[in-house]
């Protein structure tokens, strides 16, 4: 029988774990949605113990419907949301209040403040000065939120790794999304943690992606942990782009294109970040650039919170066009490679004659039009790979082909992002693993539609007045 892989999955939305083979074949799925919370415009939170609630039911459900013991696991991989910042009692356990999300916007003002105040931070870390990373949200917490500096601060891979096992680590995946980690050295930057306010020795431990983690009981039985990444990482590596110039783009809450770079941590164009991929324990690191776009399957949720989208099996099938109608999902701001944390949601081109339809495929097209403008900033990638939920659209993945003149490759399975770590676990245990068949091929059929009408309407979206 082939060896079993077991990979938590806690994204944004919902926590999830799944039980692979080494092929890359689902034996086992467990589910739980995880409630948002929004106390204010802007800001995105999130509760701790709901988001470890989450993922310890979805794990037991997986073991139970794939009708196995943790003594048969023979590697444990984990996989999270970035950024996504929580403070706790390292005495206790216990979490200060909500886990601030990675689409929060709380800090753009200080951000705005500190802007030209340490002209390395872009060099030392490959990221922006932006409210999306982990520092300002670590810092509003101390500053205001009322979180005592001797906190642990940590993502939501720490605190899960916290909960199974009791150590304070993360993975370097992880922590170049904190603009505290130098990128080079791979360690925590005591000039950027003095700029921010915080204490080095409340971070983590930053250790390679690929290592061992520890050994959890919690469902009855021994697991090994033997890799952590980031989710968008973690797509990268399940759908097997290891060679410098592969490329994938995740259609999930939000869209994240990245292109592996290789072992030279290569500056990034304008709007692009710079930022580890993964690292095999005494081994290079592998970097990556990457494009985050903050809010594209956002579009459907919102939609489907004011009464527009009843079924998301609709969304799968829709094809056609939405003819004049533009949707701006900027949420929470816009991130690349526009960047910017003022700019506000937007429809346009409304007629009397505009239906549902045509608001359901303007979302689908907004998700293509702001990858493409990302991925025009990419230089060369012969390919596109492909996953997260909204890939399984075939309309989105034909625009998206069309767009950017490229083939789109869409695998035989949307988890590729728990695969990834599944993968990069069972290799640090010896186990060989196979690269995910290919499903679909989308190939550029016809001239791109013309984008400067959406470019019209994110200039306006853009033009929200700053408050």
Not at 343 to 356: H, P, S
């Amino acid at each position: 029988m082939s060896a079993l892989l077991l990979a938590l999955d806690e994204g944004t939305s919902s926590a999830r774990a799944i039980v692979f083979t080494s092929r890359g074949e689902i034996v086992g799925l467990g589910r739980r949605s995880v409630p948002l919370y929004y106390p204010q415009p802007g800001w995105v939170e999130q509760e701790p113990e709901e988001l470890w609630q989450a993922q310890f039911e979805a794990v037991q459900e997986a073991l139970s419907s794939a009708g196995v013991r943790p003594s048969q696991i023979a590697a444990v991989g984990l996989t999270n949301q970035r950024e996504t910042t929580i403070a706790w009692d390292p005495q206790t356990g216990h979490s200060y209040g909500r886990a601030i999300v990675w689409q929060d916007r709380r800090t753009a003002n200080m951000c705005d403040a500190l802007a030209s105040a340490l002209p390395s931070l872009r060099e030392k870390t490959g990221l922006l000065l932006d409210p999306y990373f982990s520092a300002t949200k670590i810092a509003w917490m101390v500053k205001e939120g009322g979180v005592p500096s001797t906190a642990c601060f940590g993502t939501v891979d720490s605190w899960l790794l916290y909960k199974m096992t009791g150590s304070f680590a993360t993975d370097v995946s992880n922590a170049s999304r904190t603009l505290l980690l130098n990128i080079h050295s791979l360690t925590w930057d005591e000039e950027l943690c003095g700029f921010f306010g915080i204490v080095p020795q409340r971070l983590p431990s930053v250790r390679p992606s690929g290592s061992f983690y520890g050994k959890t009981s919690l469902w009855g039985g021994s697991m090994e942990i033997w890799a952590v990444l980031g989710d968008q990482q973690a797509s990268l590596y399940g759908h097997g782009a290891h060679l410098p110039g592969q490329a994938k783009n995740t259609y999930g809450t939000g869209c994240f294109l990245l292109k592996n770079i290789g072992s030279a941590p290569l500056l990034a164009p304008e709007g692009l970040l710079t930022t580890v991929a993964w690292q095999i324990a005494n081994e290079k690191p592998v970097y990556a650039w990457e494009a985050a776009i903050f809010n594209a399957a956002a579009a459907l949720q919102w939609l489907e919170r004011v009464g527009v989208l009843q079924d998301y099996g609709e969304v799968d099938t829709l094809s056609g066009g939405a003819g004049d109608v533009y949707f701006v999902p900027a949420f929470t701001g816009l991130g690349a490679p526009y960047w910017d944390p003022y700019a506000r949601g937007l429809l346009i081109g409304l007629t009397r004659e505009t239906d549902r339809k045509a608001l359901l495929i303007a979302a689908l097209d907004a998700m293509a039009y702001q990858s493409a403008d990302a991925l025009a900033l990419f230089g060369e990638v012969a390919e596109l790979y492909v996953d997260g939920g909204v890939s399984v659209n075939s309309y989105l993945m034909q625009l998206q082909a069309d767009l950017i003149g490229r083939p789109v490759i869409r695998p035989i399975h949307g988890e590729v992002t728990a695969w990834g770590v599944a993968a990069l676990a069972g290799r640090m245990k010896g186990i060989p693993t196979e690269r995910l068949p290919v499903a679909s091929q989308f190939l550029p059929q016809k001239e791109a539609p013309s984008l400067a009408r959406w470019h019209e309407a994110v200039r306006r979206a853009q033009g929200w007045v700053r408050s």
